[in-house]
């Protein structure tokens, strides 16, 4: 795929994504936030990806405090150590680094 072909096809896979997001909090499923991934230039070589990845986090995936999460045996699960950003204020394209870090107002663990 051409470098236009791999950034037309990512950008209708997030229009995509943001149509099911947009459907699945318009009922009971609560918004959580969102997932940056490939955040590494390296892991995005890769994949021939132009930027990062986003994705959203939503309470019907969700597992609770205590809960199970089941699956098959032959699975190989794997974990990645995260943080999550609680932000207190919006921030755009064109907040600066310093105005971002002002608007976080927690951090946490995250799995």
């Known amino acids: 795929m051409t470098t236009q072909e791999i950034e037309q096809t990512i950008h209708q896979a997030m229009a995509r994504q943001l149509q099911c997001w947009r459907k699945e909090i318009s009922g009971d499923n609560r918004r959580l936030g969102w997932k940056v991934g490939f955040n590494r230039k390296v892991d995005q070589a890769k994949f021939d990806l132009p930027s990062a990845m986003i994705g959203y986090l939503s309470s019907d ?16 699960l794997l974990a990645e150590v995260e943080i999550a950003l609680r932000m207190g ?8 680094p310093s105005q971002a870090l002002t608007a976080v107002n927690a951090v ?3 799995i």
């Open 61 to 76: 995936r969700q597992i609770q405090n205590g809960g199970v999460c089941h699956t098959k045996p032959q699975a190989n």
């Open 89 to 96: 204020a919006d921030i755009t394209s064109d907040t600066t």
């Open 108 to 110: 946490a663990p995250a």
